[in-house]
């Protein structure tokens, strides 16, 4: 069995635009249809966990003396 392969996000939401825009046109068999819409939710699951990590990431900021804060505490 083939090692699944990291996919970068913007790769990931390039694919997932391909498919929406071929299930879009609507010109498909039905199997193959239902082959694309599996692999566009696992896409999907795999840029929105992608997206889930970089936000608890960018959440929090470590200033100049290596103290981390959290982003929401900016002093608005």
Request: charged content about 35%; glycine content about 6%.
């Amino acid at each position: 069995m083939a090692e699944k392969k990291e996919v970068k996000f913007d790769e990931a939401l390039q694919q997932l635009e391909g498919i929406i825009r071929k299930l879009e046109a609507g010109n498909l068999p039905l199997e193959e249809a239902i082959e694309l819409y599996k692999e566009g939710m696992t896409l999907s699951t795999d840029c929105h966990q992608k997206l889930q990590k970089i936000e608890a990431e960018v959440v929090k900021l470590v200033d100049a003396s290596g103290n981390v804060s959290d982003f929401n505490e900016s002093g608005d």
